[in-house]
C-alpha cells in the first residue's frame, strides 16, 4: 500500500466511493480488477458462484498461457504452429470421425457440410422424447449418412436431367450411372428397412423382458467376438504375408501370369465372398442388435448418451470392421469387471466407453506407426552407406541418451494426430502441426505435372481402380482406412494410392501416376521395390511354410497382385536386322508391294462415297478442286538435309546431336506438327493477281547447287498473269468403273523422267497388282456387272496411274538411284526426316500423299522385322494378312506422335516405334502390347508418408531450402524419398498423373 494513502480493508463496504473522494487508489483498483477477473467475470461467463472456487486454476492457466505466448514467435519459425484453416479443417476432421462416427472427406466443402449435417443429427436427437424414435431416428440417419451421398446426389440430378432432356442426355445418362442404379437403391432400401425393424423389435423385447438385462447383450456380444475372429483370419489369409512378418501358406506361390494366378486364388476369392457378406450384412446388424440392448437407451437420455449412440449408430455402417473392434474391447471390459460399483460401469455409459476406447484404438496405432517410423530413420542413418554422416554417430547417440524425450515426442504427435516430422530426414524429431488426413489443400486430383508418359497412366487407371475394388472388397489388401497408402509396381510404372474417404460399400481414392524418366534416385528406390515384390510374389517356389518377411521393417508392405488391362513395354535391339544387306535389298520391293495395296485401299474407300460413275465425275470435280487448294494452303517448303526432322520425332532415349550427324536436329523442334509427323507446311495464302514465289530467306539459304538443281529439275514454263495453268490431259479409262478407282490428278504430276516410267513398269508388280484388285467386293455399289473386277484389271490406263503415283512416292524417299538404301537413310525415312531432294519437295507440297507414303514405309519396315524373326512371306494372302493386321491392330509411328497417344487412350492392342542410341550406335525397337498383366501392391506406412510430406512442406515453406540437389530428396532404399516426394501434390511434389476422387463401389 503506498504510504501517501490511507489503508483500507478489502471487505470495505464503500471502497469506490472513497477511492473517488480521496483520489485514485492504484493498489486498491488491481486488487478490484484481480477479483472481477478472476472471480466474477468467470461466474458471468459460466453461470452463478459455483465457479468461484476455481480461482487457483484460472491462476495457473494464466501463468501457463502466458509462458506459452513468449514460445509463440518460435513454434511458429518452427513450422510447428498450425495455420488457422489447417487447424480448422483438422479440428473439424476430428469432431466428424471421433465425435460423429463419420469419416474424414475428400474436399474442405464436402467435409464442412458433412460435420454440419452430423452434428446436427446429433442434436436432434437429443430433443425426441421417445426412446424409440430416438433408436429409430439413431438407425436411420446413421445409415444414410454412411452412404456415399455425392454419388448418390450425382444419379439422381442426372435421372431427372435424362427424363427432361433429349435422348442423347439419355445415352449419357447411362454411361454415368454405372456407380448407383437401381439395383443399389434397392439393396439400400432394403437393409435400411431391417435395420429399422431390427432395432425396435429389439428394443421392445429388451424392455419387457423378465429375465436379465445383460444375459441378452452377452449373447451378442459372444457373436461379436466370434466375428471379428472370423473376419480378421478371413482377411489375413487374403494376403501374401501374415501381420507382414510370416508368409502366407494358403497364397499362391510364383504366380508370374494372369492364367495361373486366377486358377490358383480360386479358394481365395470364394474367402473373399464369405468375409463380403460377413462385413457388410452380418457384422452391422449383430453390432446393431448389440447397441439396442444396452439399458442407457431404455430411459429418457442424456447427452453423453445422444453423443455416443449416435455415434456408434453411424459408425457401424461407416467403419465397420473398427467399430466391430471397440465393441468387442467394450464387451471384454465389462465381462471381466464384474464390480458394479467401478467407476467404469458407475460413471460411464456404453456410448461413451466406446468413444474413448475408439479414440485410444486409433491414438495408440498412430503412436506404433510413428515409432516405426522413427526407429527406421534412427536405424538406416547408420546402417545405410550412403545416408551414413559425419554427424550420424553423434545424432544417434543423443536420441539414444534421450530416449525418453523422444518416447514423449512419438507420444504428443499421435495424441494430436499429427505428423512426426524429421528434419531434413536426420534422426532430430519435431511435431508437425495438425492437419487434414489428406495432408495437402484443394481437392483430389486438381494438378499434376503433364509430359508425355501422362498417357500411359490415363489408360491404365480405369482398369487398375476396377481391379483395386475387387480386392478392397476381398480384403486382399488389408485393414483399408482414410489416410492409407498404396504403392502398385509394374515394369516401369509406379502408381501412388491414397485412401481419401470410406463408407458404407463404398471407398474414395486417388490415384497418381510418377515418373517414368529413372533418374539415378528413382531408380535405386525402384530398385528395391522391385526386390520387395520379387521376393514375396515370384520366389516362392523354394521357401518354407510361414518363412519370415525378409524386408520386416521397411516402410513397403507386399499385399497382394491384382490384374490389370495395360501396355507392357519391350525394347529390343534391332542389330543385325536394320543393318543386314538383305533385309535391305528387299526393302524396296516390298515398299512398292505395301504402297500399292494403301494407294488402293485409299481410292476404295473414297469410292463409297459414290454411286455411280456419273455421280463419281460430279463428286470428283467437286472434290479436287478443295484438294488442290488444300495442298496449295498447306505445302510445305523443301527441308534442308541439316534442318529436315526434328529430334522429338527420335525415341526419348535419343540425345541431341550436332547438326551435321545424321541424327535429327533439335533447331526444328517448333516447326514440328503433330498432324504431319514431324514435317510442318508453310502456308501460303493466296493473293488475286499475285505470283507465288518462295520466301526469299529460303532461297538465301540454298546453295548455288541447290539453286541450279531445283531450276533444272522443278523448272516450269512461267505462267503469265491471268492465264490459266496448264491442264493434264483427261485420262480414257477403258472401264467406266476404273474411275472409282483413279488417284487423284494432283498426285500425276511428279517431275519424274519418261525413262523412270518405263524402269518402273518393268518393277511393277502386276501380279500384286491384280490380286489386290481381286479383293475388293464394291458392296456399296448397287448395279455393277459381274465382270466388274475383270474389266479393272485389264484397264491399262488405271494401271498407269498407279505406276506413275508409286513412281512419285518412291522419287520423293529414295531419289532417282536405284541403290540400297543404308541404315541412316532407312531410320530418316522411318521419322520423316529425309534428306531434302527435288523428289520429296513435290512429295512435301502433296501432304495427304506424303502421310500415306511415310505410312506405306513404316509398314513395309515392320514387314521386314517380322520377316526377320517369323521367317518370309510365303505368298500374297499372307502379305495381305499382314498389311490388314497393321492397319487394324497396330499402330507403326513415333512415340513423339500425338496419333501414338490417342493409340494409347483408344487400347490399340499393339504400337510399334524406332529409335535410335547415338551413344552406342544401335538402332532400338519399341514394341507396346496391350494385355491383362499382374501389377503388384504393397501397403506403405502412413505416418512415414505423412512425416516425410510435413519434412517437404517444411523444408520449402519454413526453411526455404529448393536446391534441386538438397539431402533431404536423395535415394533413400529404407524409406522411398525420393519417390514419396514425388508424390506429393505440386508445386511441392511433381507426379506426372493424378486421378480425380474415384468412388469404388464394394459391394
Given at each position: 500500500?503506498?504510504?501517501?494513502?490511507?489503508?483500507?480493508?478489502?471487505?470495505?463496504?464503500?471502497?469506490?466511493?472513497?477511492?473517488?473522494?480521496?483520489?485514485?487508489?492504484?493498489?486498491?483498483?488491481?486488487?478490484?480488477?484481480?477479483?472481477?477477473?478472476?472471480?466474477?467475470?468467470?461466474?458471468?461467463?459460466?453461470?452463478?458462484?459455483?465457479?468461484?472456487?476455481?480461482?487457483?486454476?484460472?491462476?495457473?492457466?494464466?501463468?501457463?498461457?502466458?509462458?506459452?505466448?513468449?514460445?509463440?514467435?518460435?513454434?511458429?519459425?518452427?513450422?510447428?504452429?498450425?495455420?488457422?484453416?489447417?487447424?480448422?479443417?483438422?479440428?473439424?476432421?476430428?469432431?466428424?470421425?471421433?465425435?460423429?462416427?463419420?469419416?474424414?472427406?475428400?474436399?474442405?466443402?464436402?467435409?464442412?457440410?458433412?460435420?454440419?449435417?452430423?452434428?446436427?443429427?446429433?442434436?436432434?436427437?437429443?430433443?425426441?422424447?421417445?426412446?424409440?424414435?430416438?433408436?429409430?431416428?439413431?438407425?436411420?440417419?446413421?445409415?444414410?449418412?454412411?452412404?456415399?451421398?455425392?454419388?448418390?446426389?450425382?444419379?439422381?440430378?442426372?435421372?431427372?436431367?435424362?427424363?427432361?432432356?433429349?435422348?442423347?442426355?439419355?445415352?449419357?445418362?447411362?454411361?454415368?450411372?454405372?456407380?448407383?442404379?437401381?439395383?443399389?437403391?434397392?439393396?439400400?432400401?432394403?437393409?435400411?428397412?431391417?435395420?429399422?425393424?431390427e432395432v425396435s423389435l429389439l428394443h421392445q423385447f429388451a424392455g419387457s423382458s423378465s429375465s436379465s438385462q445383460g444375459r441378452p447383450q452377452a449373447i451378442a456380444s459372444y457373436i461379436l467376438i466370434l466375428l471379428l475372429v472370423m473376419m480378421?483370419?478371413?482377411?489375413?489369409?487374403?494376403?501374401?504375408?501374415?501381420?507382414?512378418?510370416?508368409?502366407?501358406?494358403?497364397?499362391?506361390?510364383?504366380?508370374?501370369?494372369?492364367?495361373?494366378?486366377?486358377?490358383?486364388?480360386?479358394?481365395?476369392?470364394?474367402?473373399?465372398?464369405?468375409?463380403?457378406?460377413?462385413?457388410?450384412?452380418?457384422?452391422?446388424?449383430?453390432?446393431?442388435?448389440?447397441?439396442?440392448?444396452?439399458?442407457?437407451?431404455?430411459?429418457?437420455?442424456?447427452?453423453?448418451?445422444?453423443?455416443?449412440?449416435?455415434?456408434?449408430?453411424?459408425?457401424?455402417?461407416?467403419?465397420?470392421?473398427?467399430?466391430?473392434?471397440?465393441?468387442?474391447?467394450?464387451?471384454?471390459?465389462?465381462?471381466?469387471?464384474?464390480?458394479?460399483?467401478?467407476?467404469?460401469?458407475?460413471?460411464?455409459?456404453?456410448?461413451?466407453?466406446?468413444?474413448?476406447?475408439?479414440?485410444?484404438?486409433?491414438?495408440?496405432?498412430?503412436?506404433?506407426?510413428?515409432?516405426?517410423?522413427?526407429?527406421?530413420?534412427?536405424?538406416?542413418?547408420?546402417?545405410?552407406?550412403?545416408?551414413?554422416?559425419?554427424?550420424?554417430?553423434?545424432?544417434?547417440?543423443?536420441?539414444?541418451?534421450?530416449?525418453?524425450?523422444?518416447?514423449?515426442?512419438?507420444?504428443?504427435?499421435?495424441?494430436?494426430?499429427?505428423?512426426?516430422?524429421?528434419?531434413?530426414?536426420?534422426?532430430?524429431?519435431?511435431?508437425?502441426?495438425?492437419?487434414?488426413?489428406?495432408?495437402?489443400?484443394?481437392?483430389?486430383?486438381?494438378?499434376?505435372?503433364?509430359?508425355?508418359?501422362?498417357?500411359?497412366?490415363?489408360?491404365?487407371?480405369?482398369?487398375?481402380?476396377?481391379?483395386?475394388?475387387?480386392?478392397?472388397?476381398?480384403?486382399?489388401?488389408?485393414?483399408?482406412?482414410?489416410?492409407?497408402?498404396?504403392?502398385?509396381?509394374?515394369?516401369?510404372r509406379l502408381m501412388w494410392i491414397l485412401v481419401l474417404e470410406k463408407g458404407f460399400t463404398y471407398c474414395g481414392v486417388n490415384i497418381k501416376g510418377l515418373e517414368l524418366q529413372e533418374t539415378s534416385c528413382h531408380a535405386?528406390?525402384?530398385?528395391?521395390?522391385?526386390?520387395?515384390?520379387?521376393?514375396?510374389?515370384?520366389?516362392?517356389?523354394?521357401?518354407?511354410?510361414?518363412?519370415?518377411?525378409?524386408?520386416?521393417?521397411?516402410?513397403?508392405?507386399?499385399?497382394?497382385?491384382?490384374?490389370?488391362?495395360?501396355?507392357?513395354?519391350?525394347?529390343?535391339?534391332?542389330?543385325?536386322?536394320?543393318?543386314?544387306?538383305?533385309?535391305?535389298?528387299?526393302?524396296?520391293?516390298?515398299?512398292?508391294?505395301?504402297?500399292?495395296?494403301?494407294?488402293?485401299?485409299?481410292?476404295?474407300?473414297?469410292?463409297?462415297?459414290?454411286?455411280?460413275?456419273?455421280?463419281?465425275?460430279?463428286?470428283?470435280?467437286?472434290?479436287?478442286?478443295?484438294?488442290?487448294?488444300?495442298?496449295?494452303?498447306?505445302?510445305?517448303?523443301?527441308?534442308?538435309?541439316?534442318?529436315?526432322?526434328?529430334?522429338?520425332?527420335?525415341?526419348?532415349?535419343?540425345?541431341?546431336?550436332?547438326?551435321?550427324?545424321?541424327?535429327?536436329?533439335?533447331?526444328?523442334?517448333?516447326?514440328?506438327?503433330?498432324?504431319?509427323?514431324?514435317?510442318?507446311?508453310?502456308?501460303?495464302?493466296?493473293?488475286?493477281?499475285?505470283?507465288?514465289?518462295?520466301?526469299?530467306?529460303?532461297?538465301?539459304?540454298?546453295?548455288?547447287?541447290?539453286?541450279?538443281?531445283?531450276?533444272?529439275?522443278?523448272?516450269?514454263?512461267?505462267?503469265?498473269?491471268?492465264?490459266?495453268?496448264?491442264?493434264?490431259?483427261?485420262?480414257?479409262?477403258?472401264?467406266?468403273?476404273?474411275?472409282?478407282?483413279?488417284?487423284?490428278?494432283?498426285?500425276?504430276?511428279?517431275?519424274?523422267?519418261?525413262?523412270?516410267?518405263?524402269?518402273?513398269?518393268?518393277?511393277?508388280?502386276?501380279?500384286?497388282?491384280?490380286?489386290?484388285?481381286?479383293?475388293?467386293?464394291?458392296?456399296?455399289?448397287?448395279?455393277?456387272?459381274?465382270?466388274?473386277?475383270?474389266?479393272?484389271?485389264?484397264?491399262?490406263?488405271?494401271?498407269?496411274?498407279?505406276?506413275?503415283?508409286?513412281?512419285?512416292?518412291?522419287?520423293?524417299?529414295?531419289?532417282?538411284?536405284?541403290?540400297?538404301?543404308?541404315?541412316?537413310?532407312?531410320?530418316?525415312?522411318?521419322?520423316?526426316?529425309?534428306?531434302?531432294?527435288?523428289?520429296?519437295?513435290?512429295?512435301?507440297?502433296?501432304?495427304?500423299?506424303?502421310?500415306?507414303?511415310?505410312?506405306?514405309?513404316?509398314?513395309?519396315?515392320?514387314?521386314?522385322?517380322?520377316?526377320?524373326?517369323?521367317?518370309?512371306?510365303?505368298?500374297?494372302?499372307?502379305?495381305?494378312?499382314?498389311?490388314?493386321?497393321?492397319?487394324?491392330?497396330?499402330?507403326?509411328?513415333?512415340?513423339?506422335?500425338?496419333?501414338?497417344?490417342?493409340?494409347?487412350?483408344?487400347?490399340?492392342?499393339?504400337?510399334?516405334?524406332?529409335?535410335?542410341?547415338?551413344?552406342?550406335?544401335?538402332?532400338?525397337?519399341?514394341?507396346?502390347?496391350?494385355?491383362?498383366?499382374?501389377?503388384?501392391?504393397?501397403?506403405?506406412?502412413?505416418?512415414?508418408?505423412?512425416?516425410?510430406?510435413?519434412?517437404?512442406?517444411?523444408?520449402?515453406?519454413?526453411?526455404?531450402?529448393?536446391?534441386?540437389?538438397?539431402?533431404?530428396?536423395?535415394?533413400?532404399?529404407?524409406?522411398?524419398?525420393?519417390?514419396?516426394?514425388?508424390?506429393?501434390?505440386?508445386?511441392?511434389?511433381?507426379?506426372?498423373?493424378?486421378?480425380?476422387?474415384?468412388?469404388?463401389?464394394?459391394?
Amino acid at each position: 500500500m503506498c504510504p501517501c494513502f490511507p489503508s483500507y480493508r478489502k471487505d470495505d463496504p464503500q471502497p469506490a466511493l472513497l477511492s473517488h473522494r480521496m483520489g485514485p487508489d492504484v493498489p486498491l483498483l488491481n486488487d478490484y480488477k484481480q477479483e472481477f477477473f478472476l472471480k466474477r467475470f468467470p461466474q458471468t461467463l459460466l453461470g452463478g458462484p459455483r465457479f468461484a472456487v476455481n480461482t487457483p486454476i484460472l491462476e495457473q492457466t494464466n501463468q501457463i498461457l502466458h509462458i506459452l505466448f513468449l514460445f509463440l514467435p518460435f513454434l511458429w519459425a518452427m513450422g510447428i504452429l498450425p495455420p488457422l484453416d489447417a487447424l480448422f479443417l483438422w479440428g473439424m476432421e476430428q469432431l466428424l470421425e471421433f465425435g460423429l462416427g463419420g469419416s474424414p472427406m475428400s474436399s474442405n466443402t464436402k467435409l464442412l457440410v458433412m460435420f454440419l449435417i452430423s452434428a446436427g443429427t446429433a442434436i436432434a436427437s437429443y430433443f425426441i422424447p421417445s426412446p424409440l424414435g430416438v433408436i429409430l431416428f439413431m438407425t436411420g440417419f446413421g445409415f444414410i449418412l454412411s452412404l456415399n451421398l455425392s454419388e448418390i446426389g450425382f444419379a439422381f440430378k442426372h435421372t431427372m436431367i435424362s427424363h427432361l432432356a433429349s435422348s442423347k442426355a439419355k445415352n449419357a445418362h447411362r454411361a454415368l450411372r454405372l456407380q448407383f442404379g437401381w439395383r443399389e437403391f434397392i439393396f439400400y432400401v432394403t437393409v435400411l428397412a431391417f435395420a429399422l425393424t431390427e432395432v425396435s423389435l429389439l428394443h421392445q423385447f429388451a424392455g419387457s423382458s423378465s429375465s436379465s438385462q445383460g444375459r441378452p447383450q452377452a449373447i451378442a456380444s459372444y457373436i461379436l467376438i466370434l466375428l471379428l475372429v472370423m473376419m480378421w483370419i478371413l482377411r489375413e489369409i487374403q494376403r501374401v504375408y501374415l501381420f507382414g512378418v510370416f508368409r502366407n501358406p494358403f497364397y499362391p506361390k510364383d504366380v508370374r501370369t494372369v492364367a495361373v494366378f486366377m486358377e490358383k486364388q480360386r479358394r481365395l476369392m470364394k474367402v473373399g465372398v464369405v468375409r463380403r457378406i460377413l462385413l457388410t450384412l452380418v457384422s452391422p446388424f449383430a453390432m446393431i442388435a448389440f447397441l439396442s440392448l444396452d439399458h442407457s437407451l431404455q430411459n429418457l437420455h442424456s447427452v453423453s448418451v445422444s453423443i455416443g449412440f449416435t455415434r456408434m449408430f453411424r459408425m457401424v455402417w461407416q467403419n465397420t470392421e473398427n467399430a466391430l473392434l471397440d465393441m468387442v474391447v467394450v464387451s471384454a471390459a465389462q465381462m471381466m469387471v464384474v464390480d458394479p460399483d467401478l467407476w467404469w460401469n458407475r460413471s460411464i455409459d456404453t456410448g461413451i466407453k466406446l468413444l474413448l476406447v475408439g479414440l485410444l484404438r486409433d491414438r495408440l496405432l498412430q503412436f506404433l506407426s510413428k515409432l516405426h517410423f522413427a526407429m527406421a530413420i534412427l536405424l538406416t542413418s547408420w546402417t545405410e552407406k550412403k545416408q551414413r554422416r559425419r554427424s550420424s554417430a553423434a545424432l544417434i547417440a543423443l536420441n539414444v541418451a534421450f530416449f525418453p524425450v523422444l518416447l514423449a515426442l512419438v507420444a504428443v504427435s499421435a495424441l494430436l494426430s499429427s505428423p512426426l516430422l524429421p528434419l531434413f530426414t536426420l534422426p532430430v524429431f519435431l511435431v508437425g502441426f495438425p492437419r487434414p488426413l489428406r495432408s495437402w489443400p484443394g481437392p483430389a486430383g486438381g494438378a499434376a505435372c503433364v509430359c508425355p508418359d501422362t498417357v500411359y497412366y490415363r489408360q491404365l487407371v480405369p482398369g487398375l481402380a476396377a481391379a483395386l475394388q475387387a480386392a478392397l472388397a476381398a480384403g486382399g489388401l488389408g485393414l483399408s482406412l482414410p489416410g492409407s497408402h498404396y504403392l502398385c509396381r509394374f515394369q516401369d510404372r509406379l502408381m501412388w494410392i491414397l485412401v481419401l474417404e470410406k463408407g458404407f460399400t463404398y471407398c474414395g481414392v486417388n490415384i497418381k501416376g510418377l515418373e517414368l524418366q529413372e533418374t539415378s534416385c528413382h531408380a535405386a528406390e525402384a530398385h528395391r521395390v522391385d526386390e520387395i515384390f520379387e521376393m514375396a510374389f515370384e520366389h516362392q517356389e523354394h521357401t518354407r511354410i510361414l518363412s519370415p518377411n525378409p524386408h520386416f521393417g521397411h516402410i513397403l508392405t507386399p499385399c497382394t497382385v491384382v490384374p490389370v488391362r495395360l501396355y507392357s513395354d519391350a525394347r529390343n535391339v534391332l542389330s543385325g536386322i536394320i543393318d543386314s544387306h538383305e533385309n535391305l535389298k528387299h526393302l524396296k520391293d516390298d515398299f512398292v508391294k505395301v504402297l500399292v495395296w494403301m494407294l488402293v485401299q485409299y481410292c476404295y474407300k473414297k469410292s463409297k462415297t459414290w454411286e455411280s460413275p456419273g455421280s463419281a465425275n460430279r463428286n470428283k470435280q467437286e472434290s479436287f478442286p478443295e484438294n488442290q487448294h488444300s495442298g496449295a494452303v498447306k505445302g510445305c517448303r523443301a527441308l534442308r538435309e541439316e534442318d529436315s526432322f526434328s529430334v522429338d520425332t527420335v525415341e526419348d532415349w535419343t540425345d541431341d546431336s550436332d547438326i551435321f550427324d545424321f541424327e535429327p536436329s533439335s533447331r526444328t523442334r517448333d516447326r514440328k506438327d503433330a498432324g504431319h509427323l514431324g514435317l510442318t507446311p508453310k502456308v501460303h495464302l493466296s493473293i488475286p493477281g499475285s505470283i507465288e514465289t518462295q520466301s526469299q530467306d529460303f532461297l538465301q539459304e540454298m546453295s548455288p547447287e541447290d539453286k541450279l538443281n531445283r531450276t533444272v529439275v522443278l523448272g516450269l514454263p512461267a505462267v503469265d498473269k491471268g492465264k490459266q495453268p496448264e491442264v493434264l490431259p483427261r485420262v480414257e479409262f477403258s472401264c467406266s468403273y476404273s474411275e472409282l478407282l483413279s488417284i487423284p490428278e494432283e498426285w500425276r504430276t511428279a517431275p519424274v523422267p519418261s525413262s523412270k516410267v518405263s524402269e518402273m513398269r518393268q518393277r511393277f508388280p502386276e501380279e500384286w497388282y491384280h490380286f489386290v484388285l481381286s479383293q475388293l467386293d464394291f458392296f456399296h455399289l448397287q448395279e455393277k456387272p459381274s465382270s466388274l473386277l475383270t474389266e479393272l484389271m485389264e484397264d491399262q490406263a488405271l494401271k498407269e496411274l498407279y505406276i506413275l503415283g508409286v513412281l512419285s512416292c518412291c522419287f520423293g524417299l529414295f531419289g532417282l538411284d536405284n541403290a540400297v538404301p543404308a541404315p541412316r537413310h532407312v531410320f530418316r525415312a522411318y521419322t520423316g526426316g529425309i534428306p531434302w531432294s527435288a523428289g520429296l519437295d513435290w512429295l512435301t507440297g502433296k501432304p495427304e500423299l506424303f502421310q500415306l507414303a511415310l505410312k506405306a514405309f513404316r509398314y513395309t519396315f515392320k514387314l521386314m522385322l517380322d520377316k526377320a524373326s517369323l521367317g518370309p512371306v510365303e505368298n500374297f494372302r499372307e502379305l495381305v494378312n499382314y498389311l490388314e493386321g497393321y492397319e487394324s491392330d497396330w499402330y507403326i509411328g513415333l512415340v513423339s506422335d500425338l496419333e501414338w497417344q490417342q493409340a494409347v487412350l483408344q487400347e490399340k492392342p499393339y504400337l510399334f516405334s524406332l529409335g535410335h542410341d547415338p551413344s552406342m550406335g544401335i538402332y532400338t525397337g519399341r514394341v507396346l502390347t496391350l494385355q491383362e498383366l499382374l501389377v503388384q501392391v504393397g501397403k506403405l506406412n502412413a505416418e512415414a508418408v505423412r512425416g516425410q510430406w510435413a519434412n517437404l512442406s517444411w523444408e520449402l515453406l519454413y526453411a526455404t531450402n529448393d536446391d534441386e540437389e538438397r539431402y533431404s530428396i536423395q535415394a533413400h532404399p529404407a524409406l522411398l524419398r525420393n519417390l514419396t516426394v514425388q508424390a506429393a501434390d505440386p508445386p511441392l511434389g511433381y507426379p506426372v498423373y493424378s486421378s480425380q476422387l474415384l468412388q469404388l463401389p464394394l459391394f
